[in-house]
């Protein structure tokens, strides 16, 4: 791409690919005309999108009706004041750069499925099958987290508020039928420790927003952090599974 020539707008289909492109959203029809956006998979059907200003997810029609135009990633993450995502031999070192600097709902789920060491994505099948260890998060389980935490993301761009969300990406992670058997939620969220987590998340969300906000402090990824809340404050908090 031509560091002094703008990439042309072009109509949003699956013809535009991924690569890990980033870029501007554009809908000659709405109020919310543009947004900076790294396009993160796209179909025939639709596009799914992470926003650069919050990290939220957004799903957009892959059917022309939006344009895309795209940006480098150094030029797109710098109008929001944040670094390019790391890369080693022209590989993308980190899928979530920018859930981990613009998300405070992925931070918190991130933070409290790692702390508590609650079973999801690949560890919620190992928890099924009664083979779930929290120790497991250091080798096949480790980045089971981000990606749950990005499926809720997701799942809340399609509507959902974000307990439900969680809700949801459980039973998918578990292969549950709530239709079929309505208490089966009820004691995943029981024995799995979600039950008493879900309840703690609204705090740790408000905490990382406060983190995130402009003048508040941005971390990079494995730097500690102040708590929120009654924590003392010479306390600090370590983000866990924070890290690329």
């Given at each position: 791409?031509?560091?002094?020539?703008?990439?042309?707008?072009?109509?949003?289909?699956?013809?535009?690919g991924?690569?890990?492109?980033?870029?501007?959203?554009?809908?000659?029809?709405?109020?919310?005309?543009?947004?900076?956006?790294?396009?993160?998979?796209?179909?025939?059907?639709?596009?799914?999108?992470?926003?650069?200003?919050?990290?939220?997810?957004?799903?957009?029609?892959?059917?022309?009706?939006?344009?895309?135009?795209q940006?480098?990633?150094?030029?797109?993450?710098?109008?929001?004041?944040?670094?390019?995502?790391?890369?080693?031999?022209?590989?993308r070192?980190?899928?979530?750069?920018v859930?981990r600097?613009?998300?405070?709902?992925?931070?918190a789920?991130?933070e409290?499925?790692v702390?508590?060491?609650l079973?999801?994505?690949?560890?919620?099948?190992?928890?099924?099958?009664g083979?779930?260890?929290?120790?497991?998060w250091?080798?096949?389980?480790?980045?089971?987290?981000?990606?749950?935490?990005?499926g809720?993301?997701?799942?809340?761009a399609?509507?959902l508020?974000?307990?439900?969300?969680?809700?949801a990406?459980l039973?998918?992670?578990?292969?549950?039928?709530?239709?079929?058997?309505?208490?089966?939620?009820?004691?995943?969220?029981?024995?799995?420790?979600?039950?008493?987590?879900?309840?703690?998340l609204?705090?740790?969300?408000?905490?990382?927003?406060?983190?995130?906000a402009?003048?508040?402090r941005?971390?990079?990824?494995?730097?500690?952090?102040p708590?929120?809340?009654?924590?003392a404050?010479s306390?600090?908090?370590?983000?866990p599974?924070l890290?690329?």
């Amino acid at each position: 791409m031509s560091a002094r020539r703008p990439s042309p707008l072009v109509p949003l289909t699956i013809a535009v690919g991924v690569q890990e492109q980033f870029g501007w959203l554009v809908d000659p029809s709405g109020s919310d005309r543009r947004r900076l956006c790294e396009l993160v998979r796209i179909s025939r059907t639709e596009a799914v999108l992470t926003c650069l200003d919050d990290g939220a997810k957004l799903i957009a029609p892959a059917d022309g009706s939006r344009h895309w135009q795209q940006l480098r990633p150094d030029v797109a993450c710098a109008l929001v004041g944040m670094s390019p995502p790391p890369r080693h031999n022209q590989w993308r070192l980190d899928p979530f750069w920018v859930e981990r600097h613009r998300s405070a709902e992925w931070r918190a789920i991130v933070e409290i499925v790692v702390e508590r060491a609650l079973p999801v994505h690949y560890a919620a099948v190992m928890f099924a099958r009664g083979q779930w260890d929290p120790a497991l998060w250091d080798g096949p389980c480790s980045d089971s987290a981000a990606i749950f935490a990005s499926g809720v993301l997701e799942t809340m761009a399609r509507g959902l508020d974000l307990r439900s969300a969680v809700a949801a990406r459980l039973d998918a992670d578990h292969e549950l039928d709530v239709t079929r058997d309505p208490m089966r939620r009820a004691r995943l969220l029981l024995d799995s420790g979600w039950y008493e987590a879900l309840p703690e998340l609204p705090a740790r969300i408000a905490a990382h927003r406060t983190i995130l906000a402009p003048g508040g402090r941005r971390p990079e990824p494995g730097v500690s952090v102040p708590t929120a809340g009654p924590a003392a404050a010479s306390d600090v908090l370590q983000l866990p599974g924070l890290q690329p």
